[in-house]
């Protein structure tokens, strides 16, 4: 068990020292590749940009973001599970391929047929600590209908209830 955490806390830093190296208009995708690995997504921009995908889930609440120039060049790594990213969507106007553009794969993905939904969910922090989890319900249309960001906070309320 021991060897377990030791193996798994080595991992997260080896992870995070990775990104640290990493510096907007200096480095190249190849450096990026080298310290993140393989994107979960690849996503090509109409401005020539490539968006590259690095989710965290599900132990994690981030979903990072590697914006590289046509060039080559990384021009920024953003966190987009965060409010400024969240806003970006409007119910009855935004696109399935607009959620997909600002956060990715979903890390689930569920189909309401009956309702002719289907919802795609991650594991975020709202107000840049509390854990949430964020919901963005879609019609059969591709069409945004509802976002939804739910309390995920673990209660320290251990009674047994029978």
Same mark, same amino acid.
């Given at each position: 068990?021991?060897?377990?955490?030791?193996?798994?806390a080595v991992?997260?830093?080896a992870?995070?020292?990775?990104?640290e190296?990493?510096?907007?208009?200096?480095?190249s995708?190849?450096?990026?590749r080298?310290?993140?690995?393989?994107?979960? !997504?690849?996503?090509?921009?109409?401005?020539? @940009? &490539? $968006?590259?995908?690095?989710p965290? =889930?599900?132990?994690?609440r981030?979903?990072l973001?590697?914006?590289?120039?046509g060039?080559?060049?990384l021009?920024?790594?953003e966190?987009?599970?965060?409010?400024?990213?969240l806003?970006?969507?409007v119910?009855?106007?935004?696109?399935?391929?607009?959620?997909?553009d600002?956060f990715?794969?979903?890390?689930d993905s !569920?189909t309401f047929?009956?309702?002719?939904? @289907? &919802? $795609?969910?991650?594991?975020?922090r =709202?107000?840049?600590?509390?854990?949430?989890?964020?919901?963005v319900?879609?019609?059969?249309?591709?069409?945004?209908?509802?976002?939804?960001?739910?309390?995920e906070?673990?209660?320290?309320?251990?009674?047994d209830v029978?």
């Amino acid at each position: 068990m021991r060897a377990t955490l030791v193996l798994a806390a080595v991992l997260l830093a080896a992870g995070c020292a990775g990104t640290e190296s990493l510096l907007p208009g200096r480095s190249s995708a190849a450096e990026l590749r080298a310290a993140m690995g393989a994107p979960a !997504l690849e996503r090509r921009q109409p401005n020539g @940009e &490539t $968006w590259l995908y690095y989710p965290n =889930q599900p132990f994690g609440r981030k979903v990072l973001v590697a914006r590289v120039a046509g060039d080559g060049r990384l021009l920024a790594l953003e966190q987009r599970l965060s409010e400024e990213y969240l806003a970006k969507l409007v119910p009855n106007q935004s696109r399935k391929e607009d959620v997909l553009d600002l956060f990715g794969p979903p890390y689930d993905s !569920l189909t309401f047929p009956r309702l002719e939904r @289907e &919802t $795609w969910s991650w594991h975020m922090r =709202q107000f840049g600590h509390l854990p949430a989890g964020l919901h963005v319900q879609m019609s059969a249309d591709g069409v945004v209908r509802e976002v939804y960001v739910l309390d995920e906070t673990v209660s320290d309320d251990r009674r047994d209830v029978r």
